[in-house]
T-cell receptor
Framework: GQQVMQIPQYQHVQEGEDFTTYCNSS?????IQWYKQRPGGHPVFLIQ?????EVKKQKRLTFQFGEAKKNSSLHITATQTTDVGTYFC???????????FGKGTMLLVSP | DGGITQSPKYLFRKEGQNVTLSCEQN?????MYWYRQDPGQGLRLIYY???????QKGDIAEGYSVSREKKESFPLTVTSAQKNPTAFYLC????????????FGDGTRLSIL
C-alpha cells in the first residue's frame, strides 16, 4: 500500500503556542484523512481532503492538501490542553478498501 | 465511537493460549477492520472484511485469524503462533465507499501473563 510519512513524531508545546504536523507521500494521494486519538482512547475521524490545494478549517484547526496531492498538514492555532493526543493522517490503500496510516504525531500541551 | 463495541477492554493471555477479541457493530457497515497499535508504530492492519463470509489479510496477519459469519460481527483470534501479542487492538468499520471514514471501537488491550 501507499506509504505516508508523518513528522514530527512528537511535539511538546506550551499552551497558546501553535502546532503543525506534516504528512508526506512519494506518490499522489487520492485523498487524505486526519484522525485524533486522545490518550487511552481510540482514533476519531476529523476531516477528509480530496481536492488539490484544498484548505479546510475547524475552529482552531486548519487542514491543507498540497497542490500535487503528495502532502498534507494539520495546523493548530493557540493550542489548548484539550488538544493533547496523537494526530494521524491516513490515505487509501490499493483498491480503496483499506487505509494506510502514518505513524502519528503525539502532541503534549503544558498549561 | 457509538455503534462499535469491543470486548473485553483488557485481556490477559498465557503462553500457548489462543484468545478471541470481540467486535460488534450496529452501524450497518459492510467493511470491518482489525488493527494492532504499538507505541510509536501507528496503526497496522491485521485483517479486513468487505462482505460477509469474505476477508483479506492485512500487513501483519501472521499469528491471527478472523471470521465474518455475520455482518455485525468480526471477531479476531490471536493464536499461540503470534509470538509478541502484547498490544492495543482496535476494530473499525465503515460504509463500503472509498470516501467514507472509519469508525473505531474503544479497543482491547492484550497482555501476556
Amino acid at each position: 500500500g501507499q506509504q505516508v510519512m508523518q513528522i514530527p513524531q512528537y511535539q511538546h508545546v506550551q499552551e497558546g503556542e501553535d502546532f503543525t504536523t506534516y504528512c508526506n507521500s512519494s506518490t499522489t494521494l487520492s485523498n487524505i484523512q486526519w484522525y485524533k486519538q486522545r490518550p487511552g482512547g481510540h482514533p476519531v475521524f476529523l476531516i477528509q481532503l480530496v481536492k488539490s490545494g484544498e484548505v479546510k478549517k475547524q475552529k482552531r484547526l486548519t487542514f491543507q492538501f498540497g497542490e500535487a496531492k503528495k502532502n498534507s498538514s494539520l495546523h493548530i492555532t493557540a493550542t489548548q490542553t484539550t488538544d493533547v493526543g496523537t494526530y494521524f493522517c491516513a490515505s487509501p490503500g490499493g483498491g480503496y478498501s483499506t487505509l494506510t496510516f502514518g505513524k502519528g504525531t503525539m502532541l503534549l500541551v503544558s498549561p | 465511537d457509538g455503534g462499535i463495541t469491543q470486548s473485553p477492554k483488557y485481556l490477559f493471555r498465557k503462553e500457548g493460549q489462543n484468545v478471541t477479541l470481540s467486535c460488534e457493530q450496529n452501524l450497518n457497515h459492510d467493511a470491518m477492520y482489525w488493527y494492532r497499535q504499538d507505541p510509536g508504530q501507528g496503526l497496522r492492519l491485521i485483517y479486513y472484511s468487505q462482505i460477509v463470509n469474505d476477508f483479506q489479510k492485512g500487513d501483519i496477519a501472521e499469528g491471527y485469524s478472523v471470521s465474518r459469519e455475520k455482518k455485525e460481527s468480526f471477531p479476531l483470534t490471536v493464536t499461540s503462533a503470534q509470538k509478541n501479542p502484547t498490544a492495543f487492538y482496535l476494530c473499525a468499520s465503515r460504509r463500503q465507499n472509498s470516501n467514507q471514514p472509519q469508525h473505531f471501537g474503544d479497543g482491547t488491550r492484550l497482555s501476556i501473563l
